[in-house]
């Protein structure tokens, strides 16, 4: 169906991929998949939201327009009578422009926009506008600083436009924005934008009416965007550069004529200014993709440190709420010794997480222990240490003094020793990736599959809500089919690593191509 309302343009349209944009408004919805992570997130946000809408009306008057047929009404309503803070006001489609807005705040002359979102919006440093959350005080703070984000200034933007369109907007033209913490509300001079913004939205508006074509183009988004089958699919017929490129090198290469994978392989000419990736580097990885391989060796020795005992760790959290699952792999003299998890189905947060944690890292401390005293050397792996470390520190924070909990002196002091070894980084190290460093496109070139199909971080976050019991109207089968999941799931992720790492030993290194 096309009809104009299918054709207006919601702030969230203004940033991210335009060929996307074409193709979902070309697109039926209903074949659309849903992302299970997008799903994930779209709740937490909306958890968020809720959160903060309470706290609104605890601290002053909050009008609230519950969704239905007279929303809108209602909302012209609220506005005619100039009441002061209006939440999930419902705006009319205007203009080619739709979206919704959290809270309008009347200002003395009409209303400016407040968004509540999910992220910081604030960093330390000075200068930021600060205003209280249940009135509209804006003062100049000197410990914080605007954080900046492309997304919110959008949308500030947007909805501006969308209050002007109905007469309702301030002449201020500022906009509020509440983030994670729901504690204070930056506010935002959203003039300077406005310009920016109407060249986005008439460009946006014109490729949802077709009136501009668009074309793919390898970009960040494309990692998890559902269409990327078709568009590689395209990418791939032109032979197109972004493919070995990332888009900044990509546009560099463009300007001195280098368009397709096989003119980088053979370009003999200056390395352009711009390119965020040796020359060497970018044309080693045409030859890969033309040769059909995936990794480059980076040296012909591709090293890995190794140790008589190795332990690969892998730890589980639920967003910033707790870390609920640390599951190992030991490996001792060559011998695989199997599996072990520390594990509490508590909802995190929870006192047993405590429980767990101290377990897992006294049993990490003895196998270290035994092995220095047996003369034997040590190492314990992660991929990607950030998450680890993040919650080993965090964790000692938490429940310091409690049964085998480590000091955060004895954390930092094992994290920052050699003993604890970066999968992600020794990868990093050793290759050139043509398909990422993540560790599900990287084993899989050592021959590791995952047993579970739709084994991921995110997947594993809405089996953990029954597993745990967060999500109620699961009966106990199915909260310990989805516990046997999740440690399956982390069963393989430190199997994959320990994989990977006998791989980068192992004369298959011989068999790929050197830069
Ligand atoms: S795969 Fe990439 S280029 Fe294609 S629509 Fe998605 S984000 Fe855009």
Same mark, same amino acid.
């Given at each position: 169906?096309?009809?104009? #309302?299918?054709?207006?343009?919601?702030?969230?349209?203004?940033?991210?991929?335009?060929?996307?944009?074409?193709?979902?408004?070309?697109?039926? +919805?209903? %074949?659309?998949?849903?992302?299970?992570?997008?799903?994930?997130?779209?709740?937490?946000?909306?958890?968020?939201?809720?959160?903060?809408?309470?706290?609104?009306?605890?601290?002053? +008057?909050?009008?609230?327009?519950?969704?239905?047929?007279?929303?809108?009404?209602?909302?012209? %309503?609220?506005?005619?009578d100039r009441v002061p803070r209006i939440w999930g006001a419902a705006l009319p489609r205007v203009n080619g422009r739709s979206g919704h807005v959290e809270l309008l705040q009347w200002v003395g002359d009409g209303y400016v926009p407040v968004l509540v979102v999910g992220h910081k919006v604030l960093d330390r440093g000075s200068g930021a506008l600060i205003s209280a959350i249940d009135r509209w005080d804006p003062a100049p703070d000197d410990a914080v600083k605007p954080r900046g984000h492309r997304g919110d200034a959008m949308r500030l933007a947007h909805l501006t436009r969308m209050l002007q369109d109905t007469g309702a907007a301030s002449s201020s033209l500022l906009g509020g924005v509440i983030g994670v913490d729901g504690e204070r509300l930056l506010v935002q001079d959203v003039e300077p934008l406005l310009q920016g913004y109407d060249e986005r939205f008439a460009d946006r508006l014109a490729i949802l009416r077709g009136e501009v074509a668009t074309a793919p183009s390898r970009i960040a988004e494309c990692r998890r965007c559902p269409w990327w089958p078709q568009c590689e699919a395209e990418l791939s017929a032109k032979r197109d550069v972004g493919l070995v490129a990332d888009q900044t090198s990509a546009r560099a290469l463009a300007g001195v004529g280098v368009v397709t994978v096989d003119g980088l392989a053979a370009y003999d000419g200056p390395a352009p200014e711009d390119l965020l990736v040796p020359l060497r580097d970018l044309q080693a990885l045409a030859r890969a993709w033309i040769a059909g391989v995936t990794l480059v060796r980076r040296i012909p020795e591709v090293r890995v440190?190794? #140790?008589?005992?190795?332990?690969?760790?892998?730890?589980? &959290?639920?967003?910033?709420?707790?870390?609920?699952?640390?599951?190992?792999?030991?490996?001792?003299?060559?011998?695989?010794?199997?599996?072990?998890?520390?594990?509490?189905?508590? +909802?995190?947060?929870?006192?047993?997480?405590?429980? &767990?944690?101290?377990?897992?890292? &006294?049993?990490?401390?003895?196998?270290r222990a035994e092995a220095h005293a047996s003369g034997r050397t040590f190492a314990a792996y992660c991929y990607s240490q950030q998450a680890e470390n993040k919650w080993l520190l965090a964790s000692a924070d938490r429940f310091a003094g409690e049964p085998g909990v480590p000091t955060r002196r004895a954390v930092e002091e094992f994290i920052a020793s050699p003993e604890w070894v970066d999968m992600f980084v020794a990868v990093g190290d050793s290759f050139l990736s043509l398909v990422g460093r993540g560790l599900k496109k990287v084993a899989p070139a050592a021959g590791f599959a995952w047993r579970d199909p739709e084994a991921g971080g995110e997947a594993s976050m809405a089996w953990y809500l029954i597993a745990s019991g967060r999500e109620p109207g699961h009966d106990d089968a199915e909260r310990a089919g989805q516990r046997e999941r999740i440690l399956q799931?982390?069963?393989?992720?430190?199997?994959?690593?320990?994989?990977?790492?006998?791989?980068?030993? &192992?004369?298959?290194?011989?068999?790929?191509?050197?830069?």
């Open positions: 169906m096309d009809t104009s #309302a299918a054709k207006s343009v919601s702030a969230r349209a203004l940033t991210g991929c335009r060929h996307r944009l074409a193709l979902e408004a070309r697109a039926d +919805p209903a %074949a659309l998949t849903p992302d299970p992570g997008a799903v994930l997130r779209q709740e937490a946000a909306a958890a968020h939201r809720a959160a903060v809408r309470d706290r609104l009306a605890a601290s002053a +008057p909050l009008a609230v327009i519950a969704p239905g047929p007279d929303a809108l009404a209602r909302t012209r %309503a609220a506005i005619a440190r190794r #140790a008589d005992v190795e332990v690969d760790v892998d730890m589980e &959290s639920f967003g910033e709420d707790g870390a609920y699952l640390w599951g190992t792999w030991l490996r001792r003299d060559g011998l695989d010794l199997g599996y072990l998890s520390f594990v509490t189905w508590d +909802p995190v947060p929870t006192r047993d997480e405590a429980r &767990s944690f101290g377990a897992f890292w &006294s049993w990490l401390m003895d196998r799931y982390n069963e393989d992720d430190v199997r994959a690593t320990r994989t990977l790492r006998e791989w980068m030993c &192992s004369a298959a290194m011989d068999a790929l191509p050197v830069v």
